[in-house]
């Protein structure tokens, strides 16, 4: 019996990537009417809502009995274990609510800290759905996913830093910037926790930043990418671009995304953001 696989809805998956993976959404909030990411909040609506006035967004994780629902479900259909890979628990109590619910379902269920969000989830869960695929045991499947997050870089520039401030999610960050919101902040995951890298003054310069920053990162390695947005697709798209230039055969594979709506809440139009996973 293979080993099932399950992430949440921050993992952003590219619509290509065909994986057997199950998702557990978490919950966007605005206004008051809750929706679960992706399947009843979009990104464009956040975009919208964070531009307006007297507009509230939020976001909460998904309850543990949705966690439980899942992973039962999957053991009843004949998963041997289940493997579950999550977000930062510095960025979500997500994790929280599956460990929650793996304590309630048994020992046949681990949850794995991707100790980051977007493809920097991404990468590490569907590294550990391929070792399931070869039919690894779920220790091997668990540690195909920590191995890949620590072989992974999440990079990531926002045009302003108040939608984060808002949400208690720059933490060292805030400390450094103190009051001077209008800088060009490029941040990145370090131990699941979002720190300030660099700044600069102007839009053009911190995406040459985030560019420079992605090769260095990258290393000599063979690398995957994925470019992340928020309603700003070409943006994404140019960086992609570059990126496939700067890096030429050493890059395989990569994707452009789009953010849902739970991220789209705590980083505001403009994002970009680059994840390297250097392959071993």
């Given at each position: 019996m ?8 921050t ?8 994986t057997a ?5 978490l919950?966007?909030?605005?206004n008051?009417?809750?929706?679960a990411?992706g399947?009843?909040v979009?990104?464009?609506e956040?975009a ?8 509230s967004?939020?976001t909460s994780?998904?309850?543990?009995a ?10 009843d259909?004949?998963a041997?274990?289940v ?5 930062s628990?510095?960025l ?5 609510a599956?460990?929650?619910?793996a304590?309630?379902?048994?020992p046949?269920v681990?949850?794995v800290?991707?100790k980051?969000?977007g ?10 759905s391929a070792?399931?695929?070869a ?6 499947v ?7 997050a620590?072989?992974t870089s ?5 045009d302003?830093l ?7 999610r720059i933490?060292a960050a805030?400390?450094l910037l ?5 800088v060009?902040?490029?941040l ?7 720190v ?6 102007t839009?053009?310069?911190?995406l ?7 090769v260095?990162a ?5 690398v995957?990418?994925?470019?992340h947005?928020?309603d700003?697709?070409?943006?994404a798209?140019?960086?992609?671009a570059?990126l496939?230039?700067?890096l030429?055969d ?5 994707y452009?995304?789009?953010v ?8 505001g139009?403009?994002?970009a953001?680059?994840?390297?996973h250097r392959?071993?």
């Amino acid at each position: 019996m293979s080993v099932a696989v399950v992430t949440d809805s921050t993992a952003y998956l590219p619509p290509s990537v065909k994986t057997a993976l199950s998702v557990v959404p978490l919950t966007v909030v605005i206004n008051g009417v809750e929706g679960a990411e992706g399947v009843d909040v979009t990104p464009a609506e956040v975009a919208r809502a964070l531009g307006g006035r007297r507009v509230s967004v939020s976001t909460s994780r998904p309850s543990p009995a949705a966690f439980a629902a899942v992973y039962q479900r999957l053991l009843d259909n004949g998963a041997s274990a289940v493997v579950s890979v999550h977000l930062s628990e510095q960025l979500s109590g997500t994790i929280d609510a599956a460990r929650l619910a793996a304590a309630e379902v048994g020992p046949a269920v681990s949850v794995v800290d991707a100790k980051s969000t977007g493809m920097g989830l991404g990468f590490p869960a569907l590294a550990a759905s391929a070792a399931a695929d070869a039919g690894a045991d779920a220790e091997e499947v668990g540690r195909a996913a920590v191995e890949t997050a620590d072989r992974t870089s999440t990079l990531f520039y926002v045009d302003t830093l108040e939608f984060l401030r808002r949400g208690g999610r720059i933490n060292a960050a805030s400390a450094l910037l103190g009051t001077a919101l209008s800088v060009k902040p490029i941040l990145n995951m370090v131990d699941g926790g979002i720190v300030l890298r660099d700044k600069v003054r102007t839009a053009s310069r911190g995406l040459a930043r985030l560019v420079d920053l992605a090769v260095e990162a990258a290393g000599d390695a063979d690398v995957d990418l994925a470019v992340h947005h928020l309603d700003r697709a070409e943006r994404a798209e140019e960086l992609a671009a570059t990126l496939t230039e700067r890096l030429g055969d050493r890059l395989h594979d990569c994707y452009v995304t789009e953010v849902g709506a739970a991220v789209a809440a705590h980083v505001g139009p403009g994002l970009a953001s680059v994840v390297v996973h250097r392959r071993p």
